[in-house]
């Protein structure tokens, strides 16, 4: 994520930061106000609270552990994790997972951020109806949708029914759960996707806008030659943020299905959780150890591209 | 990072890293044995469902009217896996309850009691345990747990009203409960209740079809746990296909994909299912709670194999309480009273009084109620007719995880039969190598 400022920052920081000679004395002199024992406390805090467990991880993740006892097996986790049978299926769902909540965050987001940045009747109170599902707990959200979700008893296939239409078992059907899933997720993060959009929308010069509508551009040429453009930084936020969340998602999924029915909306996450269950502690820290390898090999090339696009526009 | 911090300032930062480490770990000290008037305070850590708390509060009650010395503090931990995970973790960092609850056979076995529990083989109460529980709380090197509860029986639960309305007698082999069940569905009533809405309970075709696995190989779990035997292949391969055959058959109620054990064992109690393959005491609290009326008519038969001659009851021993190594002194000496207390006769009365028995008890110093459930009889018989036969769980540690997700899979048509059996074979590799057993 390191490049990822470097681009942003503006070259005279960047400077100051390498250190050409002056700018080094002058901060030198400004270090020297803090003595050095003053980091004491935050490196200790770093230490113990991350650089410790992220150590131990890549050590447990190599070994057999039953809480009781160590035995060093080497490489066999991840051949063992990798010749779970649910794991590929796992990993398909993942990705689908990611991207459709992703997709529709973009889609959506931009979407709604357009809408309530227009000149419109109650726009505060839209704003915030929607982001309110933010501020729920993604279990207080599971929970609610599992039981509006039920196939029989449910308000939304009771809702379905009185148009005599018969609702499907949205979490119960094998084809339809992870979707459902996925769907929840984002009228829960829609929300944060809008307010992302929303600041890059309104921090859009007005000029361009005036000129354009002198112009007499239509909304719709306003919206694909101007406010899309231009919130390009805010759509690669959007996309990198629900990427990550995608591919580590877990508490929505656990909540609502639990993996199943069967295997049918396993994600990694799941995956790993369940192996913690049983009490392979060594396999499901393996497992971590590739979710962290994987989505840091899906997001470094994404956001590079995303980087460069948004230093051209 | 690096044009911050000079070497000399990272050995400094290291060095105060290491000491606050060191004093952060200091703070987690033990506690002491008796306090300054004689007095010993001992904690007993039971499940969190309302059963076991009423239980625990009772017993401790009356344990402490008669040891006005002890003090027992109840503490509760969740069920299930989160459970285990809790047990384990409180053991192996030496901070476990002075008496525990806690499962009996593979889990047990899990537990490395040799090196984590208080050995209890010469306690009064351990002769009149018997042999089939002795077994699954003790490894070569002792006995570690002492009942607590009844034994339960996993098979069909049935409306014995349903039942008799529609003259159908009770199946003996698999073949005549297809053709029952194909009466009852004629009669619009749910044939075979399933509620994977409680994923647990998806596994029970599966688990109570053990005992006629091993009738017809008495060596079965021997071979399973030597990596010899396989769920992929007869006779272990019936409960699968008696599982998709059901579904296929389109036995089920409709909502089994959501259904919990509380809706199933009303359906259950109300007649709007005819049959419900459980685990005896979880169908019979259930339906004490929800319909209490309905417990007469609730009767209890073994999972028929294809065989009538091999059909056999599966039975659970009941879980135990446990006192860790850790426990010494005269908090060891409390707890052991304690754990003798709940046995006793009066420990007893007060089980039967907040337990519902799902079975018979595994010491000869407890019995069960007269007016125990109608079920409780019939699973009697099938123990006293030599029927009966202990659960996979009890002789053998080896058990995959992701039964229930597989038996699902199978009992909602996701997967086949075949399919199925092998993805459990598969799955339980994982545990017999985390075991470190040979062969696998």
Redesign the interface.
Known sequence: MAQTFANVVPPQVRNR?R?APPATRAGRKM?SMYP??F???A??????LFA?PTFASFYFSLT?W????V?FIGLDNFV?FFS???LSQAFLHTLVYAVITSGLKVVLGLALAVLLTSSLIGRGYLRAVTFFPVLVSTIGVGLTFKVLL???DGVVNGALSVFGIQGP?W????NLALISVALVDVWKGLGIATLIYIAGIVAIPQEYFEAARVDGASAWKVFRNITFPLSWPATGTVVILSLIGGLRSFDLIWAMT???????SDVIASVIY???????YG?STAGNVVLFVVVTAVMIPISIFINKRSVDS | MSSFITPRRTTTVVAGAALAALALAGCSGGTGGTSADGKVEITYLTTNGDDSIATGNALIAAFEKANPDITVTLNTRPGGTEGDNLVKTQLSTGEMDDVFFYNTGSLFQALNPDQTLANLADESWASEVTDNFKTVVSTGNGTYGAPLGTSMAGGIAYNTKVFSDLGISVPTDWSSLVAAAEKIKAAGITPIEQTYGDTWTSQLFLLADFGNVLKQDENWAKDFTANKAKFAQEPALAGFTHLQEAFDKGLFNADFASATAADGSAALATGKAAMYPMLSSAVLSNIKQSNPDAVNDIGFFAMPADKSANTTLTVWEPNAVYIPKTTEGAKLDAAKKFVSFINSSEGCDIQNANFVAGGPFSISSCSVPSDAAPLVAEIQKYVEDGKSAPALEFLSPVKGPNLENIAISVGSGISSAQDGAAAYDEDVKKQAQQLGLSGW
């Open positions: 930061r250190g270090r050095s024992w980091y004491i406390p490196a200790a805090l770093y230490v113990v410790v057999r039953s809480l009781f006892d035995h063992q779970d049978p649910q039920d196939p029989f078992g979490l119960t059907d094998p639990k993996g199943g029915p069967g295997f049918s369940k192996q913690y269950q049983a009490g392979f396999l």
